[in-house]
């Protein structure tokens, strides 16, 4: 198998496989747990009725697997830090590779930024007077130093990140069912709620399509596996047992979450203005569950913001290798760390959360709008590399049992997952042309991911004037 994590210069040194088994397990298992479940699930409850909001999360959790799936089964024969993006120069097209290793990075990059706003807004509920500046650059400094450390140190810190998280739901949910059955005070509250007013279906198909559109945001992060595969001590077998726990992960989790909030608490009452989890564990008679969930959250925040600045900084590595970004970035330290990445994409997100701060806000929020779309075009290429994989596979006879872990429902999955991600995708502004004069401004700022990517493919497919690998192309060899 060709090493892409080699350095190009005599003198240089590798990315460390420094991932264990159980770092793999958390990166996975935390990469789909964040504010979408802590905070937003409460509006998409209240958006379309409990049971609507489970049909949308059902149809997300069904494109989410195959897409994990599909990205196993590649990250498990060709485990590299650029993942899609190396894929796709692979098996699709080195344009297609380009486009999508920059739009993942800057993606990260400036979700970093946002992530650091964020930590900083939560921590004005106990330090209103301390200015937001200060907590951003500390929370900066801290995932910076994490991962300059080595790639065991960003694991070790988001195995604790994520397992502080995941803790938090697992009792939720225990809780949440105790109520629903009368344990704590003999008093079953039941299901009633599910069927007071709309609920379960509030506002009809219309509002299970929105939430729909929605939802897939809450999933973001989970496709870091693939990222990590490259610094991943044993891929084989670690990478196959996480990818293998997502599916039942989102039932347990995310429906399971839904399930509760919607027995506890009307879908009236629902929304964004306090956690869900905060209005339970207070019906609980949870001391200070204000305070704890604001500190869970705090936690998600630097687990994503801490994710974030790895994935974007082994993405840029990886382009650097392979001659997609200036070399410079393809350097790494004694550690296994790539700095120089790792410094490029700190000024980046600097500079963005300073733009928010002391600049135009207008402008930081063309910066986020611009990332909003990004995660998605990750997910569409990753359904089009597997297919195309497996495709290549077929068209050259390969043996399948070079393949570690298969993909389930080939090619019915990367089909399934391909169209309903492109459905999120062009759906994002739908809402912006049901008005009686169309907000151009949403809709501009829902899809200026799109352009922006396509520019990227299209400035390198005319500079290097690239062509689709044929399938009976694709050198195997240089990656087994």
Known sequence: MQNTLEESDNNSHKLKRGLKARHMNMIALGGSIGTGIFLALGDTIKQAGPGGAIVAYCCI??????????????????PDSGSFGTYAT?????????????????????TVAAEMVAGALIMKFWFPFVPSVIWSVLFLSLIVILNLLSARAYGESEFWFAGIKVATVIVFLVTGVAMIVGIFNGNPIGLKNFTIGEAPFVGGPKSIFLVFLIAGFSFQGTELIGIAAGESENPEKT??????????????????????????IPYTRAGVQTSPFTMIFQKAGVAGAASLMNAVILTSVLSCGNSGLYASTRMLYSMANDKKAPRIFGR??????PVNAVILTTVVASAC?????????????????????SGFIAWLGIAICHYRFRKACIAQHKDMSILKY??????????????LCAVVILGQGITYFQQAK???????????????????FIIYKKKFKTKIIKLRDVDFKKIM
Do not use: C, H, Q
């Not at 990478?239 to 506890?264: D, E, S």
């Not at 959360?353 to 779309?373: H, I, M, P, Q, R």
């Open 332 to 337: 790494v330290n004694t550690k296994g760390v």
């Open 239 to 264: 990478i196959p047992k996480a990818i293998n726990t997502i599916f039942w992960r989102i039932i347990l989790f995310y429906l399971g979450t839904i399930f509760v909030v919607g027995a506890l």
């Open 438 to 456: 169309i907000d151009w401004g949403g809709v501009i700022s829902s899809y200026i991911g799109l352009p922006i990517f396509l520019l990227l």
């Open 353 to 373: 959360f300073l733009t928010g701060l002391y600049a135009e806000t207008s402008v930081y929020v063309w910066l986020v709008a611009a990332s909003g779309l």
């Open 406 to 419: 298969k993909a389930k429902l080939f090619p019915l999955g990367p089909i399934i997952a391909f169209l």
């Open 90 to 110: 692979k098996f699709v097209d080195p344009a297609l590779g380009f486009a999508l290793g920059w739009n993942y990075w800057y993606n990260w990059a400036i």
């Open 61 to 78: 959790g069904i494109m989410v697997y195959f897409l994990m799936t599909s990205l196993g089964e590649m990250a498990t024969f060709m």
